[in-house]
């Protein structure tokens, strides 16, 4: 699929020689908190006011197969150091967490927009006393069960006291419990919390 390049990419690349060489940047989500910014590059690259520490990194060509199967790409790392390792260890292995690679130009390192950029996740990983092979693919959308919640016209799909629910005080109801109707014996609207009723009582009952 062909990529629209921002204009000063574009530039970069008509170019016959040039002293700026092309870059790898990868963003690897190792928690929902931490990412770990690395490069190809011998030396550390800011982009975006973001910087990126130089990691021993392989890349191979991007694969698509016959099968109607999502195209990926395997990346190898260093584990000299266990960076990685100790990560995988405590998140399963790093699998389905996203990776965000970039290909710039040291010529253009301040602006986001100049860059070609994939969103990916890791699929698989491989680890040696070496090495860590992880192969990235595009999310699988074909495999997330749709939709992620039940809707129902009578009944709750809160957890109670959650802070969904959002009740701590109030009405005659059981402190403790929740049936999860709205106006059920101990429901909603005995605990004086019916606007807060995770259920949808617009649903149309079935006809027959």
């Not at 790898?24 to 590059?41: G, P």
């Not at 694969?63 to 109607?68: L, M, N």
């Not at 190898?76 to 389905?96: H, K, P």
């Not at 996740?121 to 992880?134: G, L, N």
Request: charged share 25%; net charge negative.
């Amino acid at each position: 699929m062909a990529r629209d390049l921002h204009a000063n990419m574009k530039t970069a690349k008509n170019l016959i020689a040039s002293e700026n060489a092309w870059i790898m940047l990868f963003e690897i989500s190792v928690s929902d908190l931490e990412v770990l910014r690395i490069t190809n590059n011998e030396a550390a690259v800011t982009f975006n006011s973001k910087v990126y520490s130089p990691f021993p990194i392989a890349m191979e060509t991007m694969e698509e197969g016959g099968q109607g199967d999502l195209p990926y790409i395997n990346i190898t790392v260093s584990n000299a150091e266990r960076i990685l390792t100790d990560y995988m260890e405590q998140r399963n292995g790093l699998l389905d967490r996203a990776v965000t690679m970039k290909l710039v130009n040291e010529s253009n390192l301040s602006d986001d927009a100049a860059s070609i950029t994939i969103n990916l996740v890791i699929r698989q990983a491989t680890v040696t006393e070496s090495a860590i092979s992880f192969r990235l693919s595009h999310h699988p959308f074909f495999e997330i069960d749709m939709p992620h919640q039940r809707f129902y016209r009578a009944r709750c799909r809160w957890a109670f006291k959650s802070t969904e629910c959002g009740w701590s005080s109030g009405g005659t109801g059981e402190s403790e419990t929740c049936d999860k109707t709205l106006d059920g014996d101990n429901g909603c609207e005995t605990h004086l919390n019916q606007d807060r009723f995770g259920g949808f009582p617009g649903i149309p009952r079935r006809r027959i």
